[in-house]
């Protein structure tokens, strides 16, 4: 009787910790993402003021879970576009294409099979391409110099149903992209994407 005690007591421990190994096994995820960014550059020039412009981004996005925590990493082509006021009363606007690549590190605050309520920060590396200003020669001069590459940090909240994902963000550059001007890019995003497994 004490062996068959022993030995089932010996199972129990096999199948619980089976079942705690694979809840805590990371689940990998490969997916596509699309969305709208509303960027502006602050500067430190008093006769330049940035204003908000709307862009757009898509690419690509990997997600690692860990029970309710997640490590995401994306790679996106930004295309990000701004303006200025001037006390003349002119309106320069600055577009300037990007790939970006964040990765943040979440916590989902709900988390079911189905639907995930979820927060999250990190990091974001941002090249920078094919910028144009449409202005006065003094301000093209200012902005010749144009940073390509730039360091930020991001977070938002997001939600997630079965394969679909959206999040709102905020992300700050922690360079500036025109030393002349020390412009430095802030963006909200709302993204949506599908994981395809």
């Not at 990371?26 to 709208?36: E, L, S, T, W």
């Not at 204003?51 to 990493?73: F, H, P």
């Not at 639907?115 to 449409?134: C, E, H, I, Q």
Request: charged content about 20%; proline content about 2%; hydrophobic content about 35%.
């Amino acid at each position: 009787m004490k062996q068959i005690l022993a030995l089932s007591s010996f199972l129990l421990c096999i199948t619980c910790s089976v079942e705690t190994k694979a809840q805590q096994t990371p689940a990998f995820h490969i997916g596509i993402k699309g969305g709208a960014n509303f960027t502006k550059t602050s500067t430190e020039s008093s006769a330049l003021e940035g204003k908000y412009g709307l862009g757009y981004q898509g690419g690509i996005m990997t997600r690692m879970d860990l029970g309710s925590l997640y490590v995401q990493g994306e790679a996106l082509f930004n295309k990000r576009k701004t303006s200025y006021s001037q006390k003349d009363g002119s309106s320069p606007k600055l577009t300037w294409n990007s790939i970006d690549i964040p990765v943040v590190i979440g916590y989902k605050f709900i988390n079911t099979k189905d639907f995930n309520v979820r927060a999250f920060a990190g990091g974001v590396y941002s090249y920078t391409f094919k910028n144009n200003l449409s202005t006065s020669q003094a301000l093209q001069d200012g902005f010749k110099k144009f940073d390509k590459s730039n360091i930020g940090v991001t977070g938002g909240i997001g939600v997630d149903y079965k394969n679909f994902t959206a999040d709102l963000r905020y992300e700050t550059g922690l360079s500036s992209i025109s030393k002349e001007f020390k412009s430095k890019p802030h963006s909200f995003s709302l993204g949506i994407g599908y994981f395809l497994f």
